[in-house]
Structures are given as structure tokens and as C-alpha cells.
């Protein structure tokens, strides 16, 4: 490569567990474009510093993960509204005229992911059970109150942050305990934001007493693909949704903005970044 190449990454602190190097490379190849994606190992201590240096070095922007979705986005010289409201960045572009814009597409991706794998569900059908209140559940529940919802029931192992995320997002929100009886009783989505099922997490435990069929179900972790929550789901007559399509939606526009076309999620990339 020579000459103004636009180049972008991701930083997060770990990063070799990242598939995002794989999708937007596979992106880069499958539309002939030039440019290079690569995983940036950062310190929180150094991210500001070398946030500063990158576009010095023809970075265009990049995705940030955990643990610097919050403190990016406290770095930022523009914040978009649904960052904002979310309280945390995983896109960041570079300014022209120096600093970064600050966006967060996790609850895009997870939006879309859902329109793909369930065409027919209806936000407005009935209310939304939400397992977890961590920065993935933030975008999610913005995403889900923004998409019509009727009442979000946000339930957490530690009931303090789901009431602190109820207040910032209104009275739709209710918190729940984990294991309430009922809870997920005449919900139409239940999603699950926790770690719980995770390769390497344990399996889930959490009761789905009262989740009927015809509901749906999704899983916001993608590895291993048919988790232990969308099984138990499934066996109550639930619809589910793997979590890979988030991972791979909320890419896009990051994408967009940085090599100037507008990728597809297509069944070749899924299958090209399981296999990673």
C-alpha cells in the first residue's frame, strides 16, 4: 500500500479476543477497497495520548471496546445524541479540525440484528424483559425504548445500577429482580445482556418461569452461538436470535464513514468471522 491510505482499528485493553479486525477486513476485501483495520492494545492511562497521535498517522477513526467505552466518550470534542444518552462510545471518528466525534452503534447493531432474524416482531407487541444493566445493555435498552416498547422490566445482580439506569431512562423502565416470580410473565422479547452462557462464564441459571410461546428470545453473546439461555427459550416455544448480527451491524457505519461505502452483512461474513 502507498499513498493516502485510510486506515482504521479497534482499541480495547484486552484486544486479541476482538473479531472486529476480521469483519472489516473481510469488508475491505469483499467491496475492493483500500485501507487496512487493526487491533490497537491500549492502556486506560494512555488512551488520550494516543487517541491524540492516530490520525496523525492517517487513522481516520476507530472502534473503542471494553474497558474505554465510557472514558472515550468523556474524551470526545462532539458526542452524537444517542451516545449521549447511552453514556458510552464504541465509534469514534477524527475531526478535521482536530479531536473526535463519539457515537455508540451498539444499539443499531442490535436492532438490526433483530429486524433480520425476526421480520415479523412488533416492538410494540408487549413488554421487554432485559437481563443485565452493563454498557451493552444501556444501548439496548435506548434501542428498544426508542424502537416502541411498551415497558422495559430491567432486571441486575446488583439492583442499585438497574434503579440508576431506570431514572435515566424514564418511567417505561421497571426494575426487577433477577429471580422475581414472573418476570418474564406476558413478555413479547426477553433479551439477555449478561455474561451468563458465555464460553468460559458458566452456564445460565436464571428462571424463565412464565415466558410463553411465541415470545422472542435474543442472546447478546455470540460465542458459542446457540447459548444455554436461547436453548431454554427455544424449548418453550420461543422464537430466538443468535447474537452474532449485533456484532456484525454495528460495524457498518463505522465502516461507512471510514473507507466511504456501505458494507452488507451477508451469510459468507458470518460464517467468515465464526471461523476466526
Known sequence: MSGDVPLAGVIGDPIGHSRSPVLHGYWLRALGLRGAYVPLHVRADDLAQVLEALPKAGFRGVNVTVPHKELALSLAAEVTERARRIGAANTLTFLPGGGFE???TDGVGFMANLRAGAPGWRPEAGPAVLLGAGGAARAVLDALLDAGVPEVR???RTRARAEALAEVFGPRV?????DAPGLC???ATVVNATTLGMDGAGGFSLPLDGL??????TDLIYAPLDTPFLQAARARGCATVDGLGMLLHQ???GFARWFGAMPEVT?????AVLAA
Open 102 to 104: 463519539a457515537d455508540n
Open 154 to 156: 430491567l432486571a441486575n
Open 174 to 178: 421497571t426494575v426487577r429482580a433477577l
Open 185 to 187: 410473565a406476558g413478555a
Open 212 to 217: 410463553e410461546a411465541g415470545a422472542l428470545a
Open 251 to 253: 460495524g457498518a457505519p
Open 267 to 271: 451469510e459468507a461474513l458470518r460464517e
